[in-house]
C-alpha cells in the first residue's frame, strides 16, 4: 500500500504542478479552456492577475507533497503528506461547490484516496 500512496501523492502533485502552469501562465489560453463553463470568457483577461495568486498556492500544495518524499521520519512524512493531501480535498470539495462539480473528480477525489492509501499503509 505504501507504493499506492507514494503514487497517488505524485499524481497529486503532478496536477498541481499543472495547475500552477496553466493559472500563473496560460490563464487566457488553456485556463479558457479548461473553465469555459464557469466563467465567461470576456472575464479571463481582467482575472489573470487573481488566477496567478491561485497558481502560486497550487505550487505550494505541490511543494509540501513533493516535500514529503524528502522525509525520512516516517512519522514525519506520513503527517506532512495528510496535511498537504487534506488541503488539497477540501479546496477541491470547495471548488466543486462554488465552481463546478468537475473539480471534485479531478482535484479532490485523487486527494482524497491519497489519504486513504497513506492511512492504510
Given at each position: 500500500?505504501?507504493?499506492?500512496?507514494?503514487?497517488?501523492?505524485?499524481?497529486?502533485?503532478?496536477?498541481?504542478?499543472?495547475?500552477?502552469?496553466?493559472?500563473?501562465?496560460?490563464?487566457?489560453?488553456?485556463?479558457?479552456?479548461?473553465?469555459?463553463?464557469?466563467?465567461?470568457?470576456?472575464?479571463?483577461k481582467p482575472t489573470k492577475g487573481l488566477a496567478a495568486n491561485q497558481g502560486l498556492y497550487?505550487?505550494?500544495?505541490?511543494?509540501?507533497?513533493?516535500?514529503?518524499?524528502?522525509?525520512?521520519?516516517?512519522?514525519?512524512?506520513?503527517?506532512?503528506?495528510?496535511?498537504?493531501?487534506?488541503?488539497v480535498a477540501v479546496a477541491g470539495i470547495y471548488g466543486a461547490i462554488s465552481a463546478t462539480?468537475?473539480?471534485?473528480?479531478?482535484?479532490?477525489?485523487?486527494?482524497?484516496?491519497?489519504?486513504?492509501?497513506?492511512?492504510?499503509?
Amino acid at each position: 500500500m505504501e507504493i499506492v500512496a507514494k503514487i497517488l501523492i505524485a499524481i497529486v502533485a503532478i496536477e498541481h504542478i499543472y495547475i500552477l502552469w496553466m493559472e500563473m501562465f496560460a490563464w487566457e489560453t488553456k485556463g479558457k479552456e479548461v473553465f469555459k463553463k464557469a466563467l465567461p470568457a470576456e472575464m479571463f483577461k481582467p482575472t489573470k492577475g487573481l488566477a496567478a495568486n491561485q497558481g502560486l498556492y497550487n505550487g505550494f500544495l505541490a511543494a509540501g507533497l513533493i516535500w514529503s518524499f524528502l522525509i525520512e521520519d516516517p512519522k514525519w512524512q506520513t503527517n506532512i503528506s495528510l496535511f498537504f493531501l487534506g488541503c488539497v480535498a477540501v479546496a477541491g470539495i470547495y471548488g466543486a461547490i462554488s465552481a463546478t462539480k468537475r473539480i471534485f473528480f479531478v482535484q479532490a477525489l485523487p486527494a482524497i484516496l491519497g489519504i486513504l492509501a497513506v492511512l492504510l499503509k
